[in-house]
């Protein structure tokens, strides 16, 4: 089993940026698909990006296409989220999580997740 660690939140103004990364713990990070999800006040948590093992294959949410990028750095056991062109719509707890499948897009198909780190964007 896989315990995930995010940090990098804080708050920024419109049309900055944020880096989230998540730390994993074990030795088989490498063998786990990743990715990243978030919960706006008031909403159900939301699918935003995920990684496959390598790198090489890559998915996400419309909301984010083109603003967020998702990355991963198996020697270092972590995955990293680059948020840039920030709205304040994008303000949320974000969390990481393994993943049954690149294309997973549902809650029950994210297991081990992390505490969560909160991103806030202002106006």
């Known amino acids: 089993q896989v315990q995930l660690v995010e940090s990098g939140g804080g708050l920024v103004q419109a049309g900055g940026s944020l880096r989230l990364p998540c730390a994993a713990s074990?030795?088989?990070?490498?063998?786990?698909?990743m990715g990243w999800s978030r919960q706006s006040p008031g909403k159900v948590r939301e699918f935003v990006a995920a990684i496959s093992q390598s790198g090489g294959m890559l998915n996400y949410a419309d909301a984010v296409k083109g603003r967020f990028t998702i990355s991963r750095d198996n020697a270092k056991n972590t995955v990293y989220l680059q948020m840039n062109s920030l709205k304040p719509e994008d303000t949320a707890i974000y969390y990481c999580a393994t993943a049954v499948a690149v294309v997973s897009r549902t809650e029950s198909q994210y297991l081990n997740w992390g505490q969560g780190t909160q991103g806030t964007v202002s106006s």
């Open positions: 074990g030795r088989t990070f490498s063998s786990y698909t």
